[in-house]
C-alpha cells in the first residue's frame, strides 16, 4: 500500500480524519476551510476529494490533504512519542568509553541502532516516477497549488520538500521552504539568508553554474517535519528521519537532475535556479499572522514533474496562531531539548508558545547557580543557529511552574523587575516585520530566577475609574483593561487611535503611573482587550525591544501598536492575514463551514 494512503488510513482509524466531497476551488475556499479547521478545539485532517480551480474552469482528479497535524495525537501517530525520542538523543549524546564487557555490549546496541540513520539510495525508479512529464508537458498547472490569502503573490506551494545539494555534491540539505507559483514553468525559491539551501545557492553562483533543485511532495509527513527541524547547518534532515523511524530514508534519482528524493513521496518538481537573475516574490500571509512583503527571491525553472499514478497533493495553512505548525513546533521543542543543553547544560526546559510565533517568545528554566546566569543563557541562546532568531526570551528558575501553564504568568510577574530587563540587539527572523531594518532588531530578556520581589505600592483602581483618567490625559486612548492585578507587577492594556508616537503618550500618563506598573499600548482596531491569547500574539510580533520599550522610574511602557512615519519608521508595515469575507459567507451558507460570529472574532479571522 502506498505510504500516503497509509496515513490516510492511520488517520480514519483514529477519528483523525475528515473527507469533504464538495466542489472546493483552489482559490481561498480550500485553505480558507483547512485554516478554520485547525483551530477547533478537536481539529483533523481534511481530505478534499473534489477540487477544482473556478478560474480557469479546470477540474483536478487529485485530491489534497491539509492539516495532516492536526492535534497532538496526529503527531505521536506520524512521529512518535516526542519525550522518548528526546531521551534516545540525550543517551546518545552523553555516550562514554566502555569500561567493560558489558558496557561494550550496551554501547554496540546504541551503535547498530544508528545503521537506520543513513538515508540509501537506490538505482531503480521510485514510486513518485511511475508517471513522467518532461519539457513543456511538466506543468505547474496540472497541479492543484492553492492561492491561499487574497493579497497572496499568486499560488504557492506550502508543504514543499526541497532537496538541494552543495556544489561539491558533500553537502545534502532538505528545507520546508513556500514556493510561489509564477507560470507554469517558473517556481520561486523563499529560501532565507541563513538557510543551507541559500549557502548553497551562492556556491553555484560564485562557480557560474545553475543549481539543480528537486521538490517533493507527500509521502511520509515524517519528510516535512524533518524538513523544518532546526539541525546544525550541514546535518542533512533525512538523518534524523532515519533515527526516529529507525529505518533507513530511500532514495532514488531525480530524472533530470542529479539530486535524490525519496522514492515514496507523491510528486516531484524538477528544475535548476538560474543564479544570475532573481524575481519578485511575494506578498505571502505567513506564519507570523502578517504578510511578509515583496522581495526578491531566486526562482527555478522546471524540466520534470513525476507522481505516482494515484498521487494526492499534500498542503498546509499558515497565518494567524493556532494552526498545525503549533503541533509540529511542540514536538521540535521536546525532540530538540538535548542538543539545545549541549549549548546551554544548566537548561532544564524550555517553550516556545505558538501564539509568541515560536521565534518572537520563548520561555526557559534553569539551574542557576550564580548572579547574571539567566543573562549568560539568554546571550548564549542568541547565539545559536535558530535560537539566534528568538526576541523576546524569559528564564525561570527550576521552583517555577510547568512552562506550558498559566500559572507561570504570575510566577514571572512577582519576579519582574527593570533592573534584571535585558535590552540588546542582533539577527532577526528574514520574516519579522516590526526591527528597523530587514533581518536585524532588538531583543529582550528578562530574569525571573530569583526571589518575589517586594510590594511596589501600586494602587489598583477599578478599570472605568482607571480609563476615565486615562482618557482625561489622552485623547487617542479608546479602552483600557488590566491583568493580574493581584501580583506585583499588574498589567495594563490600552487600545489607542494613534495619532502620534505612543513614546508621548506614556509620557503623558506619568500622572497615574502609580497605578501602573506595565503598561502595553496596542491599536484599538483589530484588537481585543477581552483576548489575552491575542494580544500576546499581537505584542511580540509588533515590537522591537530596543524602539518600543519605554523605562520611568517602576513602570514600564510597551508600544505594540502598528508602526509609521509617526514612528519614524521607514519600511512598509504589513496587513495582518485574515480570511475574504465573501468567501467565508458563500462557505457558511452552502453549510460546508460551521462556525459563529463569536469564533471568527476570537481569532481574527475576519478584518
Not at 496540472?142 to 532537496?163: A, N, R, S
Not at 475609574?465 to 489622552?474: C, F, T, V
Not at 495619532?499 to 506619568?510: A, G, I, P, R
Not at 522591537?544 to 508600544?559: C, E, M
Request: charged letters at 25%.
Amino acid at each position: 500500500m502506498k505510504i500516503t494512503n497509509q496515513i490516510i488510513e492511520l488517520l480514519k482509524q483514529n477519528d483523525l480524519l475528515k473527507i469533504i466531497d464538495d466542489e472546493l476551488d483552489i482559490y481561498l475556499e480550500i485553505a480558507h476551510i483547512a485554516y478554520i479547521e485547525v483551530k477547533q478545539p478537536n481539529s483533523k485532517a481534511i481530505l478534499f476529494t473534489n477540487v477544482v480551480d473556478k478560474k480557469n474552469n479546470k477540474k483536478f482528479d487529485d485530491p489534497i490533504l491539509m492539516n495532516v497535524f492536526c492535534n497532538e495525537k496526529a503527531v505521536e501517530l506520524l512521529i512518535g512519542d516526542a519525550n522518548k525520542i528526546a531521551s534516545n538523543i540525550q543517551a546518545l549524546l552523553k555516550m562514554k568509553p566502555p569500561s567493560g564487557l558489558m558496557d561494550k555490549l550496551a554501547m554496540f546496541g546504541q551503535l547498530f541502532s544508528l545503521k537506520s540513520v543513513f538515508p540509501k539510495r537506490t538505482d531503480k525508479k521510485g514510486e513518485c516516477q511511475q508517471i513522467i512529464k518532461l519539457g513543456k508537458e511538466a506543468k505547474l498547472s496540472d497541479l492543484p497549488i492553492l492561492t491561499t490569502w487574497e493579497q497572496d503573490g499568486g499560488p504557492f506551494i506550502t508543504m514543499g520538500q526541497v532537496y538541494t545539494t552543495s556544489l561539491d555534491g558533500k553537502m545534502h540539505n532538505l528545507g520546508m521552504y513556500r514556493l510561489q507559483v509564477y507560470d507554469d514553468y517558473t517556481l520561486g525559491m523563499h529560501w532565507q539568508i541563513h538557510k543551507d539551501s541559500n549557502h548553497f545557492f551562492h556556491q553555484y553562483k560564485k562557480a557560474g553554474k545553475k543549481m539543480p533543485v528537486s521538490i517533493g511532495i507527500g509521502g511520509d509527513p515524517m519528510y516535512i517535519w524533518c524538513g523544518q527541524a532546526p539541525l546544525p547547518i550541514g546535518v542533512f534532515e533525512l538523518l534524523l528521519y532515519g533515527f526516529v523511524k529507525k529505518e533507513n530514508a530511500k532514495l532514488v534519482k531525480s530524472i533530470t537532475n542529479d539530486i535524490y528524493i525519496p522514492y515514496d513521496v507523491d510528486y516531484v518538481i524538477e528544475g535548476f535556479v538560474d543564479v544570475e537573475n532573481l524575481k519578485v516574490e511575494g506578498p505571502f500571509g505567513d506564519h507570523t499572522g502578517y504578510y511578509t512583503l515583496e522581495e526578491d527571491y531566486p526562482f527555478m525553472e522546471v524540466t520534470a514533474i513525476t507522481s505516482k499514478a494515484n498521487p494526492i497533493f499534500a498542503a498546509t495553512v499558515v497565518g494567524k496562531p493556532p494552526l498545525e505548525d503549533k503541533y509540529m513546533g511542540y514536538a521540535t521543542e521536546r525532540i530538540f531539548l538535548p542538543l539545545l543543553q549541549t549549548t546551554a547544560p544548566d537548561l532544564l526546559d524550555y517553550y516556545m508558545p505558538e501564539n509568541g510565533v515560536f521565534h518572537n517568545l520563548i520561555l526557559g528554566k534553569i539551574n542557576n547557580f550564580f548572579p547574571g546566569h539567566a543573562m549568560q543563557t539568554m546571550h548564549a541562546f542568541w547565539g545559536v543557529g535558530q535560537m539566534s532568531f528568538v526576541k523576546h526570551a524569559i528564564f525561570v528558575s527550576p521552583d517555577a511552574p510547568e512552562l506550558h501553564s498559566l500559572e507561570i504568568i504570575p510566577y514571572i510577574l512577582n519576579r519582574f523587575s527593570i533592573e534584571n530587563m535585558l535590552i540588546s540587539k542582533g539577527v532577526v527572523d528574514a520574516l519579522d516585520h516590526s526591527s528597523p531594518k530587514f533581518a536585524i532588531g532588538g531583543k529582550f530578556g528578562l530574569d525571573c530566577t530569583g526571589d518575589e520581589i517586594e510590594e511596589l505600592g501600586i494602587e489598583i483602581l477599578e478599570n472605568e475609574l482607571l480609563l476615565s483618567k486615562a482618557k482625561d490625559i489622552s485623547s487617542d486612548i479608546v479602552g483600557l483593561k488590566q491583568y493580574y492585578t493581584d501580583t506585583k507587577n499588574p498589567i495594563c492594556v490600552i487600545t489607542v487611535e494613534k495619532s502620534k508616537n505612543q513614546k508621548y503618550t506614556f509620557e503623558e500618563l506619568k500622572p497615574l503611573f502609580s497605578h501602573i506598573k506595565i503598561l502595553i499600548i496596542v491599536d484599538n482596531k483589530n484588537n481585543s482587550l477581552d483576548n489575552p491569547y491575542m494580544l500576546v500574539w499581537r505584542v511580540v510580533n509588533n515590537i522591537d525591544a530596543q524602539r518600543d520599550i519605554f523605562v520611568d522610574g517602576l513602570t514600564v511602557g510597551v508600544d505594540a501598536t502598528n508602526k509609521n512615519k509617526l514612528d519614524n519608521f521607514n519600511r512598509r508595515w504589513p496587513d495582518d492575514v485574515t480570511c475574504t469575507k465573501e468567501v467565508i459567507e458563500s462557505l457558511r451558507k452552502r453549510k460546508i463551514l460551521d462556525v459563529d460570529d463569536e469564533f471568527i472574532s476570537k481569532w481574527g479571522i475576519l478584518n
